[in-house]
């Protein structure tokens, strides 16, 4: 039984009382900014200033700062001990407020972070994030974006490429746009890493936040676009409700 179906949503109300109201709020806000933008990427910057005002931290998905803490690192544990070395340039999609960023800038050698996000006000976020944690004079890339084509980006630039709880809130044509183009900006023996909100059963989504697809979509997706995808079984070891796919250039 999915997250979207009635019956699961009223017995996890059932079991869950307290959260009905804030369920009940954020439906409304959600369905309001839907009726005001007229697609995802614009639907969602919506959603993350929204959040954002309230607290940075909870809108890349942590709710308290020592859970923030731990994310980022086992993020960039993860990386690392997966190959992630200093003089390598480093992409990451969904940079957020350098959650994991701010060690990924520390560990690369000067100018090799370039982060890109859909949100300005989460970036406002990343800048006060390289202030407190004294990163700029490792002069790291924060950019803004309206969709993920890359246009921007030198072609064959990147070793390492990131993402991670983005194809969690994105609908399957904005993740086929970042395949279509992913591969043009990786070098030659290098990797994109994602996590993703995997399903078994049937794919689907919840207030059209939160999307859940299952792995064979997405590695035949990548495959359509000439890229090879492999499941990443040692990251479900962690303490992470999210997977993780790793795609190379074949």
Same mark, same amino acid.
């Given at each position: 039984?999915?997250?979207?179906?009635?019956?699961?949503?009223?017995? =996890?109300?059932? &079991?869950?009382?307290?959260?009905?109201?804030?369920? @009940? #709020?954020? $439906?409304?806000?959600?369905?309001?900014?839907?009726?005001?933008?007229?697609?995802?990427?614009?639907?969602?910057?919506?959603?993350?200033?929204?959040?954002?005002?309230?607290?940075?931290?909870?809108?890349?998905?942590?709710?308290?700062?020592?859970?923030?803490?731990?994310?980022?690192?086992?993020?960039?544990?993860?990386?690392?001990?997966?190959?992630?070395?200093?003089?390598?340039?480093?992409?990451?999609?969904?940079?957020?407020?350098?959650?994991?960023?701010?060690?990924?800038?520390?560990?690369?050698?000067?100018?090799?972070?370039?982060?890109?996000?859909?949100?300005?006000?989460?970036?406002?976020?990343?800048?006060?994030?390289?202030?407190? =944690?004294?990163? &700029?004079?490792?002069?790291?890339?924060?950019?803004? @974006? #309206?969709? $993920?084509?890359?246009?921007?980006?030198?072609?064959?630039?990147?070793?390492?490429?990131?993402?991670?709880?983005?194809?969690?809130?994105?609908?399957?044509?904005?993740?086929?746009?970042?395949?279509?183009?992913?591969?043009?900006?990786?070098?030659?023996?290098?990797?994109?890493?994602?996590?993703?909100?995997?399903?078994?059963?049937?794919?689907?989504?919840?207030?059209?936040?939160?999307?859940?697809?299952?792995?064979?979509?997405?590695?035949?997706?990548?495959?359509?676009?000439?890229?090879?995808?492999?499941?990443?079984?040692?990251?479900?070891?962690?303490?992470?409700?999210?997977?993780?796919?790793?795609?190379?250039?074949?």
């Amino acid at each position: 039984m999915t997250r979207s179906n009635p019956i699961h949503q009223l017995r =996890y109300a059932v &079991r869950h009382p307290d959260r009905i109201v804030p369920h @009940v #709020r954020r $439906l409304a806000r959600d369905t309001w900014f839907r009726l005001r933008t007229g697609d995802h990427v614009s639907y969602y910057r919506a959603v993350m200033k929204s959040d954002t005002a309230r607290s940075p931290e909870a809108a890349v998905g942590s709710k308290s700062h020592e859970r923030w803490l731990a994310l980022g690192r086992m993020q960039f544990d993860y990386l690392v001990g997966h190959g992630l070395r200093p003089e390598h340039r480093m992409l990451e999609i969904g940079c957020g407020n350098l959650r994991a960023g701010r060690l990924f800038i520390d560990h690369l050698d000067t100018g090799g972070y370039y982060g890109i996000d859909i949100s300005p006000d989460i970036l406002v976020a990343a800048q006060k994030t390289l202030t407190a =944690y004294g990163l &700029r004079d490792k002069l790291p890339h924060l950019t803004p @974006v #309206r969709d $993920l084509k890359l246009e921007f980006l030198p072609d064959a630039h990147f070793d390492v490429v990131h993402a991670h709880s983005v194809f969690s809130h994105s609908p399957l044509h904005v993740i086929e746009e970042c395949f279509a183009h992913v591969g043009r900006v990786m070098r030659p023996g290098g990797w994109f890493d994602f996590t993703f909100d995997r399903t078994e059963g049937r794919e689907h989504q919840v207030l059209r936040e939160d999307f859940y697809y299952r792995t064979e979509t997405l590695v035949n997706l990548a495959a359509r676009y000439g890229l090879t995808a492999k499941f990443m079984d040692d990251w479900e070891e962690l303490p992470h409700k999210q997977s993780k796919i790793r795609i190379t250039l074949p």
